[in-house]
Protein backbone atom coordinates (compact mmCIF):
# COMPACT_ATOMS: atom_id res chain seq x y z
CA UNK A 1 0.00 0.00 0.00
CA UNK A 2 1.55 3.58 -0.79
CA UNK A 3 0.28 6.08 1.25
CA UNK A 4 1.03 9.48 2.73
CA UNK A 5 1.95 9.43 6.61
CA UNK A 6 0.06 11.86 8.32
CA UNK A 7 -1.18 12.15 12.26
CA UNK A 8 -3.80 10.00 12.17
CA UNK A 9 -1.90 7.11 9.81
CA UNK A 10 -0.55 4.80 12.70
CA UNK A 11 -4.32 4.39 13.88
CA UNK A 12 -5.68 2.93 10.73
CA UNK A 13 -2.55 0.95 9.47
CA UNK A 14 -2.58 -0.55 12.95
CA UNK A 15 -5.87 -1.77 12.60
CA UNK A 16 -5.11 -2.90 8.83
CA UNK A 17 -2.41 -4.91 10.04
CA UNK A 18 -4.03 -6.49 12.79
CA UNK A 19 -6.73 -7.49 10.47
CA UNK A 20 -4.10 -9.50 8.27
CA UNK A 21 -2.59 -10.71 11.55
CA UNK A 22 -5.60 -12.30 12.77
CA UNK A 23 -6.62 -13.54 9.28
CA UNK A 24 -3.36 -15.22 9.54
CA UNK A 25 -3.77 -16.64 13.01
CA UNK A 26 -0.69 -14.68 14.36
CA UNK A 27 -2.98 -12.77 16.72
CA UNK A 28 0.17 -13.66 19.41
CA UNK A 29 2.41 -11.50 17.33
CA UNK A 30 -0.41 -8.25 16.95
CA UNK A 31 0.81 -6.26 20.01
CA UNK A 32 4.60 -6.47 18.96
CA UNK A 33 4.17 -5.38 14.83
CA UNK A 34 1.56 -3.11 15.48
CA UNK A 35 3.74 -1.04 17.93
CA UNK A 36 6.82 -1.61 15.05
CA UNK A 37 4.57 -0.34 12.35
CA UNK A 38 3.92 2.90 14.70
CA UNK A 39 7.52 3.68 15.13
CA UNK A 40 8.60 3.10 11.20
CA UNK A 41 5.37 5.86 10.56
CA UNK A 42 6.21 8.05 12.89
CA UNK A 43 9.79 7.98 11.47
CA UNK A 44 8.30 8.48 7.86
CA UNK A 45 6.37 11.43 9.38
CA UNK A 46 9.37 13.11 11.77
CA UNK A 47 11.99 12.64 8.40
CA UNK A 48 10.95 11.88 5.34
CA UNK A 49 9.80 15.20 3.00
CA UNK A 50 6.19 15.03 2.02
CA UNK A 51 6.03 11.66 4.24
CA UNK A 52 5.33 9.57 1.19
CA UNK A 53 5.53 5.84 2.16
CA UNK A 54 4.65 2.52 0.90
CA UNK A 55 3.60 -0.28 3.12
CA UNK A 56 4.20 -4.00 2.43
CA UNK A 57 3.10 -6.65 4.73
CA UNK A 58 4.08 -10.12 3.90
CA UNK A 59 3.38 -13.93 5.60
CA UNK A 60 6.14 -16.34 5.39
CA UNK A 61 6.18 -19.88 6.92
CA UNK A 62 7.94 -18.12 10.48
CA UNK A 63 5.87 -15.33 10.63
CA UNK A 64 5.31 -12.02 9.49
CA UNK A 65 7.58 -9.63 7.45
CA UNK A 66 6.88 -5.67 7.53
CA UNK A 67 8.52 -3.23 5.09
CA UNK A 68 7.70 0.53 5.09
CA UNK A 69 9.91 1.93 2.08
CA UNK A 70 10.41 5.98 1.53
CA UNK A 71 12.42 7.71 -0.92
CA UNK A 72 14.51 9.63 1.94
CA UNK A 73 18.34 8.20 1.19
CA UNK A 74 18.69 8.94 5.28
CA UNK A 75 19.40 5.84 6.94
CA UNK A 76 18.12 5.46 9.85
CA UNK A 77 20.67 4.74 13.11
CA UNK A 78 19.84 2.48 16.64
CA UNK A 79 21.34 4.99 19.05
CA UNK A 80 20.67 4.91 23.11
CA UNK A 81 18.56 8.26 23.96
CA UNK A 82 19.76 10.29 26.79
CA UNK A 83 17.20 10.48 29.53
CA UNK A 84 16.28 14.41 28.52
CA UNK A 85 16.15 13.10 24.86
CA UNK A 86 12.91 14.25 23.41
CA UNK A 87 13.20 11.73 20.76
CA UNK A 88 15.55 9.14 19.46
CA UNK A 89 14.18 6.14 21.10
CA UNK A 90 12.06 4.39 17.89
CA UNK A 91 14.31 2.08 17.09
CA UNK A 92 15.38 1.02 20.30
CA UNK A 93 12.09 0.16 20.42
CA UNK A 94 11.97 -1.70 17.75
CA UNK A 95 14.85 -3.54 18.41
CA UNK A 96 13.36 -4.26 21.50
CA UNK A 97 9.95 -5.67 20.22
CA UNK A 98 11.04 -8.05 17.17
CA UNK A 99 13.00 -10.65 16.57
CA UNK A 100 14.86 -8.69 13.38
CA UNK A 101 15.19 -5.54 11.34
CA UNK A 102 17.43 -4.13 9.07
CA UNK A 103 17.63 -1.09 6.72
CA UNK A 104 18.15 -1.44 2.51
CA UNK A 105 19.40 1.54 1.41
CA UNK A 106 18.48 2.17 -2.19
CA UNK A 107 21.19 5.08 -2.67
CA UNK A 108 19.43 8.66 -3.63
CA UNK A 109 16.36 6.59 -4.05
CA UNK A 110 15.62 6.03 -0.88
CA UNK A 111 15.45 3.13 1.65
CA UNK A 112 13.45 0.27 2.73
CA UNK A 113 13.26 -0.10 6.80
CA UNK A 114 11.94 -3.97 7.43
CA UNK A 115 11.39 -6.18 10.25
CA UNK A 116 10.48 -9.31 10.79
CA UNK A 117 8.57 -11.03 13.73
CA UNK A 118 8.48 -14.80 14.08
CA UNK A 119 5.35 -16.43 14.97
CA UNK A 120 4.71 -17.92 18.51
CA UNK A 121 4.39 -21.34 18.72
CA UNK A 122 1.14 -22.31 20.24
CA UNK A 123 1.90 -24.21 24.09
CA UNK A 124 0.54 -27.53 24.79
CA UNK A 125 -1.72 -27.64 27.54
CA UNK A 126 -1.37 -31.57 28.11
CA UNK A 127 -3.01 -32.68 30.91
CA UNK A 128 -1.26 -35.59 32.92
CA UNK A 129 -3.14 -38.59 32.98
CA UNK A 130 -1.79 -39.88 36.77
Known amino acids: MRLTAGAHSARHVR ?3 RSYLLLWGLAESADS ?4 VTELLANVVRHVPGRHCGLLVLRHPEGVRVEVSDGSSQVPVLRCADAGDESGRGLALLDAV ?3 WGVDSRGKAGKTVWFEVAQVAETSHA ?3 D
Open 15 to 17: RIV
Open 33 to 36: VELA
Open 98 to 100: VDK
Open 127 to 129: VDP
